[in-house]
């Protein structure tokens, strides 16, 4: 017996690990070009956190992408004859997307560096600018070269040739990494950091249109492939990158580039008008009431789904943990485990980018799907401790009455333990309601999806955050009141 449950750990260890061991697949011939022409769709993965090159923007009262980056997309969808779809990702998100073919190219200002280039091939670079150092104003005589931000904390976005940079050339400073630019530039502003490194051209973007920043000249030492951006795409897709490099070539030949950056400026400009605390109200921060009004939408749908199958998985685990069945009761106890084991925000990743490579998996279902395994496990520990808790003799005196053990479960036992375990479920529904914002990590418009876009937009960082915080309070007292009122009738001892 004990040899037959060795044979059952060792299977079940090999199945979870295999899930994880990389798949060797043998070259096929390059039809990416072909495959995005037939489909009749190029989608590009960006991180529209990142002006002028691309950056949310309200249009015509539209929430919209633009930027350079996105013109440039543009024009290529239209050379190829296809219609374009931007999926707007976190920048240290956006080759895992490119590998998993979430998406066709990545276009977000990357830099064509060697050790990108072994995962990814890339275009020629179509714009060449350099690193500067952005710090506050009021700094703007004490910060005014790398020498002087020795034992400070400086800023970069994460898995980005600034952060690469930072870790040679500013031994001496302390680095903060976040994935979005606009969280750097609020904690900026709020003192957390003395100064943000980034692209020259993002830099001018932002203290053109905030007076509170300024920027001078980094004087890095740049390799070749860190001095200019491309675009980048999975290995072996030489079809498409020629096809690409095709109307990089005609947009260098036409000079193209400066009308796409004077149109960002344009769209940065629009923005910004009346950001300052004494501008007029109509750029009130309330205006964005359709970003956050959508975002909420969203969040309440993942919960709410999610809740909904994670309680249905939850119950049956439940009853498989509690199984006599010794394989059931394993294969249980092994998901709750591995599950409650893990961060969140890995296995969200996991389901879109993973499993997404072998089954195609919109964002948002993958979302959904990875909250409601995540809240299934603890769900089976709520219910089977509240079954646990139901005394022993209420089976026995069911049972001794001619009830089925179905029957007394379901009308004897689950009704006492649900009394039991129902402030427990309320919590792990709220907590739901909370951490599905980090769905956001995936491209999710969620409510703190569409905070970071208002921040973007407005330039506001403090107000988008009261309004988020206090949106969140409202969702998850409703819910809590409206559980205590069930949980009042449930008290009728």
């Not at 904390?153 to 400073?173: F, H, R, Y």
């Not at 988020?468 to 409703?478: A, G, K, N, P, Q």
């Amino acid at each position: 017996m004990k040899k037959k449950s060795l044979y059952l750990i060792i299977l079940s260890l090999m199945t979870v690990f295999g899930l994880f061991v990389p798949v060797e697949t043998v070259s096929a011939t390059d039809t990416a070009l072909e495959d995005i022409q037939k489909k009749g769709t190029l989608v590009i993965g960006t991180s529209a956190d990142f002006p002028p090159y691309e950056f949310h923007a309200a249009v015509d009262g539209k929430d919209t992408i633009v930027g350079m980056d996105i013109s440039i997309a543009q024009k290529i969808a239209a050379d190829l004859g296809v219609e374009l779809k931007i999926d707007d990702i976190g920048f240290d998100s956006l080759l895992p997307a490119l590998e998993s073919e979430k998406i066709d190219m990545v276009i977000s200002g990357m830099s064509p560096t060697n050790e990108r280039k072994k995962s990814v091939d890339f275009s020629n670079v179509y714009y060449t600018g350099g690193q500067n150092i952005v710090v506050r104003e009021t700094d703007k005589d004490v910060h005014t070269s790398t020498s002087d931000l020795k034992g400070m904390k400086v800023g970069v976005q994460t898995a980005s040739l600034q952060e690469t940079i930072a870790q040679e050339q500013m031994l001496d400073s302390e680095l903060l990494s976040l994935s979005k630019m606009t969280d750097l530039i609020l904690a900026l502003k709020t003192n957390k950091i003395e100064a943000i490194l980034m692209e020259k051209p993002s830099a001018e973007a932002y203290i053109e249109n905030d007076s509170q920043l300024v920027t001078f000249d980094g004087e890095f030492i740049l390799e070749e492939g860190e001095q200019g951006s491309a675009i980048a795409f999975k290995k072996d897709t030489q079809s498409l990158v020629a096809a690409v490099n095709t109307s990089l070539t005609a947009i260098e030949e036409e000079k193209l580039i400066a009308s796409y950056l004077e149109e960002a400026g344009s769209h940065l400009q629009a923005a910004s008008q009346g950001t300052d605390e004494e501008s007029d109200s109509n750029n009130s921060i309330f205006n964005y009431w359709r970003y956050f009004l959508n975002g909420t939408g969203y969040t309440i749908l993942i919960s709410v789904v999610s809740v909904f199958f994670g309680s249905i998985l939850g119950v049956i685990l439940s009853f498989m943990r509690t199984s006599k069945n010794k394989i059931i009761k394993f294969l249980a106890t092994a998901y709750v485990e591995f599950v409650r084991g893990t961060p969140m925000m890995i296995q969200v990743m996991f389901i879109y980018f993973a499993v997404g490579y072998l089954i195609n998996i919109p964002a948002l279902a993958s979302g959904i799907i990875a909250v409601s395994l995540n809240s299934a496990a603890y769900i089976c520990e709520i219910i089977r401790s509240g079954l646990n808790s139901v005394p022993k003799g209420q089976a026995e005196a069911a049972r001794s009455l001619g009830m089925s053990q179905k029957i007394s479960m379901r009308q004897i036992i689950f009704p006492q333990a649900l009394k039991n375990i129902w402030p427990a479920l309320g919590n792990e529904f709220i907590t739901v309601i909370k951490e599905s914002s980090i769905v956001s990590i995936i491209g999710v418009s969620d409510l703190i999806f569409q905070t970071k876009v208002v921040t973007s937009i407005s330039y506001r960082g403090i107000a988008p955050l009261v309004i988020t915080m206090i949106i969140y309070f409202i969702l998850t007292f409703s819910l809590t009141k409206l559980l205590n009122h069930y949980e009042g009738k449930m008290d009728h001892d």
